[in-house]
């Protein structure tokens, strides 16, 4: 997928690239639900399954007794 200015991914609004290296390409976004800036990696697919099960690991630590400010 490519990313520009404008393009949504909800709820994030995509404002301006942050940069690009070897891994993947950084942009800024407003979370649109709760009105505040983020920042938003894109990975290169030869990347991607390496992220996948970090992202899968630090889920599994999660739970509903953690809150997030």
Do not use: C
């Not at 649109?32 to 992220?51: C, D, N, P, W, Y």
Request: no cysteine; hydrophobic share 40%.
């Amino acid at each position: 997928m490519t990313l520009a200015p404008g393009i949504k991914l909800d709820p994030y609004k995509i404002l301006s690239s942050i940069g690009s290296g070897g891994m993947g390409e950084g942009w800024k976004a407003k979370d649109t639900r709760l009105g505040r800036a983020v920042a938003i990696k894109m990975f290169k697919e030869q990347h991607s399954e390496r992220f996948q099960q970090e992202a899968r690991s630090i889920a599994a630590l999660l739970s509903e007794n953690q809150s997030f400010v």
